[in-house]
């Protein structure tokens, strides 16, 4: 059974349905990535995963639950944690008092583990950055905020982590070390659902991929599968671009 599943989910803004009937599973130990072109639904599809965006239709359930209905902050509880595209830190605090911020903030529902402190110097090691825990965060480039927001998440323990645009603004050398860092971390079992432009890197990473065109969800499958598919072809870059890379 999927660890996060969504099932018939339609989202409308007036006359504008921006999801239609569209449907994602998500497993324990596994990268799912979910791609498709500028303005096919994802970010919203996203924000209907965690809270931030009601729906229409559809439901939403975490191990077998239905949590449609539950806030953010509840869903952030029972274990679904997120990245945003635009990369959210606090600009004026270390990189250890960002993650301190979601250490402390767990602690409040959950006293089990290490102490806040301890807790977020370990997720710093856990993404190779405890050698800037003191620094500003406003003083870093792209790749090092970006760790510094996946850390602040896994401050949060998550069994759900949802990524958006991971890649983005990173070189190719950064791209790797994301993407090690994520098959690192769905070892352990954490869930991965990541939306990105980078086909490389989703090919290169996800075990299953679902493709979102203009609300629906066209297609769904191993790597394979998707960058054969013809009904992706067309959607996604267009019948005269050829077979996904």
Known sequence: MALLEATGVTVRFGGLTALDDAGISVEAGQVTGMIGPNGAGKTTF?????????????????????????????????????????????G????????????????????????????????????????????????????????VELARTLATRPRVLLLDEPSSGLNGRET?????????????????????????????????????SFGEMIASGTPTEVRSDPSVQSAYLGSDHGAVQ
């Open 176 to 212: 790797q070390a994301m993407a090690d860092l994520l098959r690192d971390l769905t070892e352990d079992g954490l869930a991965v659902l990541l939306v990105e432009h980078d086909m490389s890197f989703v090919m290169g990473l996800c075990h299953r991929i679902n493709v979102l």
């Open 46 to 90: 996203f924000n209907v995963m965690t809270g931030l965006q009601d729906t229409t239709a559809g439901r939403v359930f975490l191990d077998g639950r239905d949590i449609t209905r539950l806030s953010v902050h509840r869903r952030a509880r029972r274990g679904i944690a997120r990245t945003f595209q635009r990369i959210e830190v606090f």
């Open 92 to 147: 004026q605090l270390s990189v250890l008092d960002n993650v301190l911020v979601a250490a402390e903030m767990r602690r409040r529902w959950d006293r089990s583990g290490p102490p806040p402190h301890e807790e977020a110097r370990a997720c710093l090691e856990r993404v190779g950055i405890a050698e800037i825990a003191d620094l500003s965060v406003a003083a870093l480039p792209t790749g090092s905020a970006r760790l």
